[in-house]
């Protein structure tokens, strides 16, 4: 059925339908803290150069952090990180506590364990409507071919069938 474009709830229900992977992207903080958070707006933008992008809610706590950091980390998940996604979805304070998690270029937290993990270069960041476009330049990237993904569909959790 045709929904007018100003029905955000049937939007974000339509939008749904594009099944996506799960991402937790990472960042150092001014004062050295990891900071980090759940995404699906993750995509690939170009080979050369290596670029890619995901969106950042305007009202997310850690927009300037994201914005300040040189790096941030992408780090995409496994089937079995579903408890992960909804840390950093959820958590108010530090998400990353009790967790392992490497430095990688400029600090930013890569978990052990994902599908794959890239290391970008804040390269910059857009405007786009009520979420900022971080694009980021690939300087390092790694991964697990034999690890089934995390996805996200109809607002739910899901795996691949012929994983
Ligand atoms: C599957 C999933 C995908 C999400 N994708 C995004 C996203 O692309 N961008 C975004 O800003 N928030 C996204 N969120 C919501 C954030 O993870 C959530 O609002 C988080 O608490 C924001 O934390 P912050 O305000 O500390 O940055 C997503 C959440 C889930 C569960």
Redesign the pocket.
């Known amino acids: 059925m045709t929904q007018p474009q100003t029905d955000t709830r049937a939007l974000r229900n339509a939008l749904g339908r594009f099944a996506?992977g799960?991402a937790i992207v990472t960042a150092i903080d001014p004062d050295g803290h990891p900071?980090?958070?759940?995404?699906?707006?993750?995509s690939a933008v170009s080979l050369q150069p290596a670029l890619v992008l995901?969106?950042?809610?305007n009202?997310?706590?850690?927009?300037e952090a994201f914005r300040k950091a040189s790096h941030h980390a992408i780090n995409i998940l496994a089937a079995d990180q579903q408890d992960l996604?909804?840390r950093?979805?959820?958590?108010?304070t530090d998400?990353f506590a009790g967790l392992p998690w490497q430095p990688g270029v400029g600090g930013a937290p890569v978990f052990p364990g994902c599908c794959a993990s890239f290391q970008v270069a804040n390269e910059s960041a857009l405007a786009g409507g009520d979420?900022t476009i971080f694009v980021g330049r690939v300087e390092q990237f790694a991964e697990a071919p034999a690890l089934a993904p995390l996805l996200?569909h109809g607002g739910q959790?899901r795996t691949l069938a012929d994983a």
Not at 35 to 42: D, I, P, Y
Not at 59 to 63: D, E, F, K, R
Not at 88 to 92: D, G, I, L, Q, R
């Open positions: 996506t799960i900071v980090g958070l759940t995404v699906n707006s993750f995901w969106c950042l809610d009202g997310s706590h850690n927009l996604s909804n950093f979805a959820t958590w108010p998400r979420h996200f959790y």
